[in-house]
């Protein structure tokens, strides 16, 4: 047999494929399918399972779209009730392929149908569980993500998650491998490991959530502490997931009209688009055009755009770098933003070579920072996450997280300048775009955020380490 773990990076998100004797099992795939069907015509196998692990939030998966063109069979774990035609597989119940056994294992708690998927080999041994967001390592997948009954809470779902890592999956030998739907990154869960595999029995001595003497209470407190809201596109994808959505390669026909300076112009005026720049941030901040969001495909892209744009039904307006819009547009419907109509040809640089205005981000070096700061008390804005912020930041600056820029808008000065800066410089320019995009134009970008801040020599706080936040 072989298990090939297709791992995607901008969304911490792992897909499986499986292969036995010419049969193949997909486990949680991506929207665009292509990659799979060339493997499969590569390894002259057919399809013969696609499974998901639960309606995931964090991602539009592509499961529609492969049974459509394989002719596979999607299959879901008990309790799944989606729009289309799929297996709803029993507690327990196995899937030959080739000569491996995959065997279902309800594990509800992550979401009520969530399902892990246990290999056997050809002997019949546990080999390995495909765990989706029930068990990450170093961490299990948060209960309050559910699309649940009202009466049900994230410390119900937390408790029957106990349960189900109890009675499913930690009574399975240490040698078993666990493959889990995402790693560190990804926001179904809060301190995920870097790792992307691991045995069982490591994770029974490294993830807190597996420590044999813990008891329920204790469970669900420690994994409900501290959990933020999630980002508002999640339930969004869920929907797509759980009732079908739209061909990715009609997504990519309409997202692909090369759109003239001109006709862009147009079309921003006509319409409500978001105007989406995703070069980078040392090219947006020379210039881009008015009123446009920075979201640059060389960071978080996909899941930035969720939490930011939120809505995955936004028309956008895309200024990519030439030779990658279609990059962008599959990025953006891994995340269910199928709404693209159209990109500036030429990039910025035309709409700069037609005459056209365009808008600026003042961007200064840090050094510069330490300098304005020892003569004046100018007001620094730190956008990264609360825990970065809590383990070391520049003394007197403020923390409004990139995530909630919205709920601290009143807190940034209308007329006097201040200073905005991340851990690296990606974040700072998300968020002056949208500051300045709301009329908010008085700052100053640090290039290089903390890293080059404490590098310059500018006070901080004394360093605490995350893991103890």
């Known amino acids: 047999m072989n ?136 961490d299990v997948g948060r209960p309050d993500l559910a699309q649940k009954a009202a009466d049900m809470t994230q410390e119900d779902l937390a408790g029957i998650l106990f349960d189900s890592l109890r009675n499913k999956i930690m009574t399975l030998s240490d040698d078993v491998i666990v493959y889990p739907a995402h790693g560190a990154g990804s926001a179904c869960g809060k301190n995920m490991m870097k790792e992307t595999v691991d045995t069982l029995g490591n994770q029974k001595k490294m993830n807190y959530a597996l420590r044999a003497d813990m008891t329920k209470e204790e469970f669900v407190k420690e994994v409900t502490d501290g959990l933020l809201p999630p980002p508002k596109y999640f339930p969004l994808n869920v929907q797509m997931n759980k009732e079908g959505y739209e061909d990715i390669a009609e997504v990519l026909e309409r997202g692909t009209t090369a759109l003239t300076p001109e006709e862009f112009e147009e079309a921003a005026n006509a319409t409500d688009a978001v105007i989406l720049d995703v070069r980078h941030q040392s090219e947006f901040v020379k210039g881009y055009v008015p009123r446009s969001i920075f979201i640059g495909l060389d960071g978080g892209f996909a899941p930035w755009v969720g939490a930011l744009i939120a809505d995955v039904n936004q028309t956008i307006l895309l200024v990519a770098p030439e030779g990658r819009e279609e990059e962008a547009l599959i990025r953006l419907s891994r995340v269910g933003f199928d709404g693209t109509i159209g990109y500036l040809k030429g990039s910025f640089e035309a709409w700069k070579t037609s005459g056209r205005d365009y808008d600026t981000i003042t961007s200064y070096p840090a050094e510069e920072l330490k300098e304005t700061l020892s003569d004046k008390n100018i007001p620094v804005f730190d956008v990264r996450k609360e825990t970065e912020y809590l383990s070391e930041h520049v003394i007197d600056a403020d923390n409004t997280p990139l995530d909630f820029l919205n709920n601290h808008m009143g807190q940034f000065p209308k007329e006097e300048t201040f200073y905005v800066h991340c851990a690296g410089g990606y974040r700072s320019v998300i968020a002056a775009s949208i500051l300045k995009s709301r009329g908010i134009h008085n700052l100053i970008d640090v290039g290089g955020g903390f890293a080059a801040i404490k590098k310059a020599g500018v006070a901080v706080t004394e360093y605490v380490c995350p893991t103890s936040l």
Request: glycine content about 8%.
């Open 3 to 138: 298990i090939e773990q297709i791992y995607t990076g901008c969304l911490a998100q792992g897909a499986y494929y499986i292969e036995s004797k010419g049969e193949v099992a997909i486990i949680d795939p991506l929207r665009e399918i292509t990659p799979y069907l060339e493997r499969v015509k590569t390894d002259k196998a057919v399809v013969k399972y696609i499974f998901e692990t639960h309606f995931h939030a964090d991602f539009v998966s592509g499961h529609v779209t492969l049974s459509k063109e394989t002719g596979a069979p999607i299959v879901f774990g008990p309790l799944a009730n989606p729009s289309f035609d799929a297996i709803i597989a029993t507690d327990g119940q196995e899937f030959p392929l080739g000569d491996i056994t995959i065997k279902v294992l309800h594990t509800p708690g992550h979401t009520m149908e969530s399902t892990t998927y246990l290999l056997k080999d050809k002997n019949g041994k546990d080999h390995a569980i495909f765990s989706g967001d029930t068990l990450f390592l170093g």
